[in-house]
């Protein structure tokens, strides 16, 4: 197990902020992972998990206490078969994107849509990671996990992991760390009906449809390059934490209110925001849409230091020397005026370490 100390976190996220931990340990297998935990709360110090770090701020002062590295491998396939599927489980440190690059290749459909996330997979139950239509939840068979209060390794059935909308039980609570994750996927050369319009518009296909996983899967890549989704230490626009703000999701009645105020702002001839109603009654709509009608357009606050995607408003970034200060504020911006313009009040995605919006 590596310890380090007063090392920069801005090395560990894809935002590329943050100042220095007090103590960093890099844990490479289960048991490192849990000594590591077992011995921070014995001491009764602060600690902070960290994957990927594709989805957290850190404050310029660093993190006074110790982070725990979570840097396991290893893809085991429990089972394979065209009736069960494929039961597959992964290490939390695995990057993600290898997993579903793997999958692709195996016939294991499920999260093709997935493609070209960043992080960790021990984060993505995290925050029920979905795009394009998928959820890592209609996947998650069960996730191992350290209980920190009981002190035990536990493993929780999906139904227990609490999902919503990128939620979950482990997001609400530091109480349970994510060991492993257990997948079952269909066994097949498609991919998963096509839910989303563009992506199926991109693939020349009707929404519902079914492709060949690769073909899946590179249709979800060029969605997302276009976007600046996928990492890429030349395109400063990449410098993120993905979609900064979810989607707002809110009762008929409200929506219905927004849009009067919509139209009260834009004009009755104007644009309406996008409606996705759910089973529950309830009403989605786009963030986006909200920031860009907002007057924060692509390439909001450049020439930075931090500033909006110029290829996609929900993407809030690094332009090379912005400080974590310096993206907090920018956030800050974007959400207070949408909130002042439509009176919706977006809630950031990443989690932020040491400040605050």
Same mark, same amino acid.
């Given at each position: &197990?590596?310890?380090?100390?007063?090392?920069?976190?801005?090395?560990?996220?894809?935002? /590329?902020?943050? %100042?220095?931990?007090?103590?960093?340990?890099?844990?490479?297998?289960?048991?490192?992972?849990?000594?590591?935990?077992?011995?921070?709360?014995?001491?009764?110090?602060?600690?902070?998990?960290?994957?990927?770090?594709?989805?957290?701020?850190?404050?310029?002062?660093?993190?006074?206490?110790?982070?725990?590295?979570?840097?396991?491998?290893?893809?085991? #396939?429990?089972?394979?078969?065209?009736?069960?599927?494929?039961?597959?489980?992964?290490?939390?440190?695995?990057?993600?994107?290898?997993?579903?690059?793997?999958?692709?290749?195996?016939?294991?459909?499920?999260?093709?849509?997935?493609?070209?996330?960043?992080?960790?997979?021990?984060?993505?139950?995290?925050?029920?990671?979905?795009?394009?239509?998928?959820?890592?939840?209609?996947?998650?068979?069960?996730?191992?996990?350290?209980?920190?209060?009981?002190?035990?390794?536990?493993?929780?059935?999906?139904?227990?992991?609490?999902?919503?909308?990128?939620?979950?039980?482990?997001?609400?609570?530091?109480?349970?760390?994510?060991?492993?994750?257990?997948?079952?996927?269909?066994?097949?050369?498609?991919?998963?009906?096509?839910?989303?319009?563009?992506?199926?518009?991109?693939?020349?296909?009707?929404?519902?449809?079914?492709?060949?996983?690769?073909?899946?899967?590179?249709? #979800?890549?060029?969605?997302?390059?276009?976007?600046? &989704?996928?990492?890429?230490?030349?395109?400063?626009?990449?410098?993120?934490? %993905?979609?900064?703000?979810?989607?707002?999701? &809110?009762?008929?009645? /409200?929506?219905?209110?927004?849009?009067?105020?919509?139209?009260?702002?834009?004009?009755?001839?104007?644009?309406?925001?996008?409606?996705?109603?759910?089973?529950?009654?309830?009403?989605?709509?786009?963030?986006?849409?909200?920031?860009?009608?907002?007057?924060?357009?692509?390439?909001?606050?450049?020439?930075?230091?931090?500033?909006?995607?110029?290829?996609?408003?929900?993407?809030?970034?690094?332009?090379?020397?912005?400080?974590?200060?310096?993206?907090?504020?920018?956030?800050?911006?974007?959400?207070?005026?949408?909130?002042?313009?439509?009176?919706? &009040?977006?809630?950031?995605?990443?989690?932020?370490?040491?400040?605050?919006?």
């Amino acid at each position: &197990m590596q310890e380090l100390h007063d090392a920069p976190l801005s090395d560990y996220t894809t935002m /590329r902020v943050g %100042g220095p931990a007090q103590r960093l340990v890099i844990a490479e297998s289960i048991d490192e992972i849990v000594d590591a935990v077992r011995e921070v709360d014995d001491a009764d110090e602060p600690m902070l998990v960290l994957g990927g770090g594709s989805n957290l701020v850190i404050a310029d002062a660093g993190f006074a206490g110790t982070v725990v590295k979570i840097a396991t491998s290893g893809i085991e #396939v429990e089972s394979d078969d065209s009736c069960g599927g494929a039961m597959v489980r992964v290490a939390a440190g695995e990057t993600w994107d290898d997993v579903v690059t793997q999958a692709v290749a195996q016939g294991w459909s499920g999260i093709e849509a997935l493609s070209g996330i960043p992080g960790s997979a021990g984060a993505t139950p995290v925050q029920n990671v979905g795009a394009y239509g998928q959820e890592v939840a209609q996947t998650i068979a069960r996730v191992r996990v350290f209980d920190r209060q009981s002190q035990s390794v536990r493993t929780l059935s999906a139904s227990e992991c609490q999902f919503t909308y990128r939620h979950s039980l482990f997001k609400s609570s530091s109480q349970l760390v994510v060991l492993d994750v257990t997948f079952q996927f269909k066994v097949a050369d498609l991919s998963q009906p096509i839910a989303y319009a563009d992506l199926a518009a991109g693939l020349g296909v009707e929404v519902g449809a079914r492709v060949p996983l690769a073909d899946a899967r590179e249709a #979800v890549l060029e969605q997302r390059r276009r976007r600046g &989704m996928v990492l890429d230490a030349a395109d400063h626009d990449t410098w993120s934490c %993905g979609s900064f703000f979810t989607n707002p999701i &809110m009762s008929a009645a /409200r929506f219905e209110a927004l849009e009067s105020r919509v139209r009260a702002e834009l004009g009755d001839d104007g644009p309406t925001p996008p409606r996705f109603p759910d089973e529950s009654g309830a009403v989605k709509t786009s963030a986006a849409w909200l920031i860009d009608r907002a007057g924060f357009g692509k390439g909001f606050g450049m020439p930075g230091p931090a500033a909006l995607s110029t290829k996609h408003t929900l993407a809030v970034t690094n332009r090379g020397s912005a400080t974590a200060a310096d993206v907090a504020a920018l956030a800050r911006q974007v959400r207070d005026g949408v909130h002042d313009r439509f009176g919706v &009040m977006l809630v950031n995605e990443p989690v932020l370490v040491g400040h605050d919006l």
